[in-house]
C-alpha cells in the first residue's frame, strides 16, 4: 500500500515561515499530481497548493506570492514552504497524492494531517 508521511507543521508566530514535507512510499511508479489542502476548525477542506511531475503549479489566491510548492519525483516528496505566515493559515495541513500509478492500479491517497498553528 501507499502511505503519505508529512512532518514540519507547529506553531510560530505571525510572520514567520514554516517548511512542510510529505514523502510517499510504496511501490509508485509515478504519481500524477501532489498537493496539500488544509482544514481549520469548522470549515471545510480547501486546496493550498498543488504540483504535477512536470512542475505546473496551482496556489490558493489567499497564499500566492507567500508559499511556494515543489516536488521531488525521484523520491515522490512534496514540500510546502510557508512564509510570511498569518493567524488565517492556522489549520490542519493534509498531503494529497493524486492518481498514484502502484502496482494495485491507480488511486488517490492522503496524509494524517499536520498541524500549523500560527499566533498573532
Known amino acids: 500500500q501507499v502511505q503519505l508521511v508529512e512532518s514540519g507543521g507547529g506553531l510560530v508566530q505571525a510572520g514567520g515561515s514554516l517548511r512542510l514535507s510529505c514523502a510517499a512510499s510504496g511501490i509508485i511508479f509515478s504519481i500524477d499530481a501532489m498537493g496539500w489542502y488544509r482544514q481549520a476548525p469548522g470549515k471545510q477542506r480547501e486546496l493550498v497548493a498543488a504540483i504535477t511531475s512536470g512542475g505546473i503549479t496551482n496556489y490558493a489566491d489567499s497564499v500566492k506570492g507567500r508559499f511556494t510548492i515543489s516536488r521531488d519525483n525521484a523520491k515522490n516528496t512534496v514540500y510546502l514552504q510557508m512564509n510570511s505566515l498569518k493567524p488565517g493559515d492556522t489549520a490542519v495541513y493534509y498531503c494529497?497524492?493524486?492518481?498514484?500509478?502502484?502496482?494495485?492500479?491507480?488511486?488517490?491517497?492522503w496524509g494524517q494531517g499536520t498541524q500549523v498553528t500560527v499566533s498573532s
Open positions: 494529497n497524492a493524486d492518481k498514484a500509478h502502484t502496482t494495485w492500479g491507480i488511486h488517490d491517497y
